[in-house]
């Protein structure tokens, strides 16, 4: 192993995102085929991302939409007449 | 994460009419971006309902100042910029002026860390998405981040934009976008793997002493 796995995980980020150049890539991938921690470091941290990316982790509260729409009616269309309303 | 129900190719045409007139439109042209302005504010202030009233303050704010969107950026960074300013104020309501400093200043910090050693978790991931309990543990980790490396996160990871319009979106360099991301990602790897490494059976082996 050429580089050190402390190198290695200051370029995780990068690595993952195909941002490295292709010397520092190599490196990285030569070093990854030997070293365990490492190789389980980077698929844990592409876990973690896969799973902040997944459309369940942030859900919407139920009849978020509904409420959004009938507020933007108000603004867009203005209020419904009624007797009481004397604004606009 | 907006779903691409309209191409980006129609936005300039669809905020043209809506500014015209057809103001119905309005509806179309934000459908495809209304998870992602809750998801924006939620994963701020930790708070549904804040986090709600939040999302209709910032399509609001939207559609009233449409006309000021110039069409240089992209129709869902400039939304996601009303979001995140949406979302710092609501936070700023809750937290004092220390809390905030002290927060803030954790950039200055080197990135000096260790991560998390398991080799338990790599086949995990299509396991993990099934369990309500990790989503909700991740949810949570999420937003013990301070605030400068988790709106990174936010709009990297979970709101998919690229590294340019995420410095656009924030307004600072893609440099910095870079190392923030990077540090939020260790941060987040380093408080969940532990989590989940207790989800399941250990698996015993070399790398099991290495753990914390």
Redesign the interface.
Known sequence: MSIACKHV??H???Y?DH?LDPLLLHEIELHLENC??C???L???R????????????E??VG??E???A??RL???GPEPTPSNTKS | ?PTQSTTPTDEPALIRRILAGE??L??DLIRPY??MV??TI??MVRN?QEA?DG??ET??NA??HLASFRGESKFSTWLVTIAMNEGRRRLRKFKTAAEDSLEDSADDHD?D???????D??E??SE??EKKE??EK??AT?QTLPPIYREV?ILR??E?LNQEETAAALGIPITTV?VR??RA??M??KL??PY?KESRPARKG??GR?SP
Do not use: C
């Open positions: 995980w200051e995780i980020s990068e993952l941002q365990e921690a190789s389980a470091i698929d844990s941290t876990n973690v991302i896969i799973l902040t990316a997944d459309d369940r982790t942030f919407l509260p978020y939409s409420r959004l729409h507020r933007l603004i867009i269309q | 994460m103001t119905q309005f509806y209304e998870k809750y998801v939620y994963a549904e709600e999302a209709q399509l609001i559609f009233r990135g860390f260790t991560p998390a050693f398991l080799t978790w790599r995990i991931p993990a998405l990790i989503r991740l949810r999420v996160l990871d979970l998919e870079k991301l990077h990602r260790m987040l790897q969940l793997v989940l070399f790398f290495m």
